[in-house]
């Protein structure tokens, strides 16, 4: 039955029903069949109002995300738009997401004409659009590895959905490597501190932040601990036992972090030396935000396996994981899976943003902007004795705050731009990539005035 509906308990606030939703069939109209052989308006569910949504939210979402009261109704480039016609500047894109902004024609266009040609496949049978974005990622990974290294690597890509999945898929692909392509077993990982991969349990487990932990012990066994560009504390962490190192290029949710100069080629060496994998963690700084297409090309080196995800869909989730050919093969038939991992419509959209990123350069633009963004940060909050530092590389950029830094994001959202918190003390700026000159002008003034109001006279 194509139409069948579950019965709902009563509802306390006013719930949309059936016959609200536009399209909706009626007793002359046919209950079964194939929805596209019937001549029926698309089914369209109403527009709620803003209580109506927060009651519902309040009464039905589980409650662990703390959201504001705005609900946004649709985007514009680097703009949202509230529901009350208010716009604000994203300087977030949905956390590191929205590389193209929003409702960039191009994605508009590659969801609307791929979904009416095929959304979904199993991964039991070959999608055009998987095999192309794959081979597109692994000609870009291969080529920086060829130019920061000077070596030939060919690669192999697994898709996922999320970040999560990329770190969880590294961790499987890393130990089953050392355990069945080089026959020993090495299980052991060490991350750092601050760090964030994600919140499934192995990629909670790397994550080595003890906030994002508690009260989901046991953890998975065989992580161990070291301290972000520091060389001699991760080496002590290094024994026969561990197999890989898990990292990123910069840290972003631990408060965009920029190790040393010279330190990844330092770990580099020392994985080498280990016969440890480096496995580097850019789904928050890959696909061009930093300045290059990988963040791991600003520090001369290539590591073994690296994970995406992020602004790879445009807000459409869709994760990768790629491995150097060795290393890829540990991942055997039946190992590992995803069920919407490489679907048709992800796939799409995947080269679609990538083709979008290459026709209007926005790795470049995210190099020009996030220069200008860094330099006119500076420069607004010279002197402020609130700023204990101001940092980033392209397109993630952080302020460090002495003070309350929640209030000063809520401040920032009241005047109109939306920036987001890192650690506990970072105001952070991962904005779409398609930002220009006029959207970094607004950001800094208006972050300015929020960080006075609050602070000034703190
Ligand atoms: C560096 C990094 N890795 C992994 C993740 C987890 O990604 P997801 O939330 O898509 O699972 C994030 C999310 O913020 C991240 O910044």
Known sequence: ??????????????????????????ASQPAEGIAKDRDLAPLRPPVLADAEVF????????????????????GDGPWNIATDGRRYLDMSAGVAVNALGHGHPDLVAAIAEQSARLVHQS?????????????????????????????????RVFFCNSGAEGTEATVKTARRYHARILGKARPGIVTVQGSFHGRTYAAMTATAQ???????EPLVPGFRYAKFGDLASIAAQIDDTVGAVLIEVVQGEGGVCVAPPGFFKE????????????CLDEVQTGIGRTGTFFAFEQEGIAPDIVWL?????????????????????????????????????????????????DRDDLVGNARRMGDLLLRELKTAFAGKAYVVDIRGRGLMCGVQIRGDVKAVIEVARSKGLLVSLAGSDVVRLTPPLVIGREHVEFAVSHLLAAAEQVLANA
């Open 210 to 216: 003890p906030k994002y932990q508690d009260g989901f």
């Open 309 to 357: 995800a992020k602004a790879l869909g445009g807000g459409i989730p869709v994760g990768a994981m790629i491995a150097r050919e060795a290393v890829a093969q540990a991942l055997q038939p039946g190992t590992h899976a995803t069920t919407f991992g490489a679907n048709a419509l992800c796939m799409y959209v995947g080269r679609v943003v990538l083709g979008v990123i």
């Open 267 to 278: 770990l580099r060496q020392l994985c080498d030396d280990r016969g440890v994998l480096l």
């Open 1 to 26: 039955m194509l139409l069948a509906r579950r019965r709902c308990a009563p509802m306390a606030t006013t719930m949309p029903n059936a016959a609200a939703f536009s399209g909706a069939a009626t």
């Open 55 to 74: 009651a519902l939210a309040q009464r039905y979402l589980t409650p662990n995300y703390k959201n504001s009261s705005i609900v946004f109704s649709h």
């Open 123 to 155: 991964n039991y049978w070959h999608n055009q659009h998987a095999a192309v974005l794959a081979a597109d990622l692994c000609q870009r990974f291969e080529t920086a590895v060829l130019n920061t290294t000077g070596k030939t690597e060919q690669s």
